[in-house]
């Protein structure tokens, strides 16, 4: 039964293709003012939530067997922070989960990037992967994950792999898409001054590509932790997919949504990460452009 | 001793979006002295880009044949140096870098680069600006960190397109007195294009006039000054003055029909 939502949410996930030019964030006069209001309407809207959410259970508008009440996912975060989970320390099943997504994130972008300007470069090889390469694309991602779970065992491998999979080929499309679209007059203008091909690929065709593939770099990272935890709920030994699954089994809502919670946690981190890295390596580009590519 | 540049009855034809063909040039011949300085004027959409793309090796004529120094061109000629009509300078890299990219692309050590980019920068008056990025220029600055990277490696043919179109007046004839002085240092043979004719004779030891589209030679005319010129001063005399009405005359029917026949089509499409 989960592992249709599960299959569902990848799905869904999959087929929308990451954004290339997102819509410019609102500018005003007053920029510093305007963030601290908001910070705080933000803050608001997630008191006005949890509040709503505990008064709806003591007033037994929302049953807390399925939805949980924030009292108690705090308490069962509590517990899982000072006392440990069933399955051993909170931080070795965070750890477990974030050395999955980092590595299938990390693995999976590396592949994509190269593969994507390789085949925007190389106009025989693309001829010749493109099929290939869609019919893979089409493949349900989760099929595969079922897959790689008996092939590889329960262990980091299978998660690993999934959570490359289901990286790879956003970042690969965009690699592939932002190398076609390089400026003629750039690379027109790299080779009369001299560059050899593998330099006019690293000094033009990368920097300039490295604008699409930064835009899709936010969705997979949410892609690699995707990929981490439903392959630990399709089988294995440690990790959050694995807290979440157990607590599921025990009918305990409340560890289902501390789960979610310590997840999206770690997304965040990451996304200010990602944030922070597309900062430095756009610097060259005016202030609203990469402003308006932040969403 | 060979000719810097010659093109032999080039044509020219594009392929158009509805499957038919589009000449850009026709049966084009022109010979370029080395250390000559030639300018090209016509019409707008004559084809004067697309020439200056056939001696860099960019395209290929698609009959006759361009050669350089005696060889035919065949791929990207790196003997020379293009400045583009349109905005060429690398935006992910700093003034300093775009100007060191061509020695550093032909093997040259870091420092060494970067030594000479810093002296380019210094002549075209770009001083102090080393750690920009383009897009924190102004579009003549822009022009000229282009002109700048190009001329560092200091070519043996130098295309330029329109470079000073970006400039204004006063810029624009303070860089042409400056472009003269360079070229008079290494003496590279000069197609320079451009739509202001007397910018075209202030510079030129040869003026071009191409036909409207598809372009070919009309007429060609020596321009005698004396040299070293100043750009601002020369058009007052009464040589440049003459000079100008000839080819003006020669050019003038050009434009015209260019524009009679934009006109009409607009008259046809509406
Ligand atoms: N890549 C191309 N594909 C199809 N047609 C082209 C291409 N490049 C140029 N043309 C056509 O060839 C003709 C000549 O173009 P070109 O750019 O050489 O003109 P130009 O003389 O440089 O004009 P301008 O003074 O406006 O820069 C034009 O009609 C243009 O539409
Ligand atoms: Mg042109």
């Known amino acids: ?295 | 001793m060979a000719k810097a540049i010659e093109l032999v009855n080039v044509t020219k034809e594009f392929a158009t979006p509805d499957g038919g063909t589009h000449t850009a040039i026709r049966d084009l011949s022109l010979t370029v002295e080395s250390g000559e300085f030639c300018a090209v004027v016509g019409p707008t959409g004559c084809g004067k880009s697309t020439t200056l793309t056939l001696v860099s090796g960019l395209e290929r004529p698609t009959t006759g044949e361009a050669r350089t120094f005696g060889e035919p061109v065949r791929g990207i000629n790196t003997s020379t140096g293009f400045v583009f009509q349109q905005d060429a300078v690398f935006p992910w890299k700093t003034v300093l870098d775009n100007v060191a990219a061509g020695p550093l692309f032909r093997g040259a050590g870091r420092a060494d680069a970067t030594g000479q980019a810093r002296d380019w920068l210094r002549r075209v008056g770009l001083a102090g600006f080393e750690n920009r990025y383009p897009h924190q220029l102004s579009g003549g600055m822009r022009k000229r960190v282009a002109l700048a990277q190009t001329l560092i490696n200091e070519p043996k043919i130098l295309l330029m397109d329109e470079p000073f179109s970006a400039l204004d007046v006063q810029t624009r004839a303070i860089m042409s007195t400056e472009l003269l002085t360079l070229w008079d240092q290494t003496k590279p043979a000069v197609v320079f294009v451009t739509h202001d004719l007397e910018e075209a004779i202030a510079l030129a030891d040869k003026v071009v006039v191409i036909t409207a589209g598809p372009g070919t030679v009309k007429a060609e005319f020596r321009v005698d000054l004396p040299r070293p010129r100043v750009v601002q001063e020369i058009r007052f005399d009464p040589a440049f003055v003459s000079l100008y009405e000839q080819i003006w005359e020669a050019l003038r029917a050009e434009v015209a029909e260019a524009y009679a026949r934009t006109t009409s089509l607009a008259g046809v499409s509406a």
């Open chain 1, 1 to 295: 039964m989960n592992e249709h939502t599960g299959t569902d949410v990848i799905a869904a996930a999959a087929e929308v293709p990451p954004s290339r030019f997102p819509a410019g964030s609102p500018r005003t006069r007053s920029r510093s003012r305007y963030r601290l209001v908001m910070a705080l309407a933000r803050i608001g809207l997630v008191v006005v939530f949890v509040v709503g959410w505990q008064v709806g259970v003591n007033t037994k508008v929302i049953d807390k067997f399925f939805w949980g009440s924030p009292s108690e996912v705090w308490q069962t975060l509590h517990d899982w922070i000072f006392v440990g989970t069933s399955q051993g320390s909170l931080g070795r099943q965070i750890l477990v989960t974030m050395e999955e997504a980092v590595l299938g994130f990390v693995i999976g972008v590396t592949l994509g990037v190269v593969l994507g300007i390789a085949l925007g470069r190389i106009r025989v090889l693309a001829d010749l992967l493109s099929p290939f390469i869609k019919v893979a694309n089409s493949i349900p991602r989760i099929v595969l994950g079922a897959l790689f779970t008996v092939a590889f065992g329960f262990g980091m491998q299978s998660k690993v792999i999934l959570a490359v999979v289901l990286v790879f080929f956003g970042v690969f499309f965009n690699a592939f898409q932002g190398t076609r679209e390089v400026d003629r007059n750039l690379l027109s203008n790299a080779q009369l001054l001299g560059a050899s091909p593998w330099r006019v690929t690293r000094e033009v065709v990368l920097p300039s590509a490295f604008t699409w593939i930064l835009a899709s770099l936010h969705v997979s990272f949410g892609f690699a932790l995707i990929g981490a935890i439903v392959g630990e709920l399709l089988g294995a030994n440690e990790g959050l997919g694995l807290l979440i699954r157990s607590s599921q089994n025990n009918f305990d809502m409340n560890g289902v949504i501390a789960g979610m919670v310590l997840i999206a946690l770690i997304a965040l981190v990451a996304e200010w990460l990602i944030t922070l890295l597309e900062r430095r390596l756009l610097r060259w580009r005016p202030p609203s452009a990469v402003d308006a590519a932040r969403l």
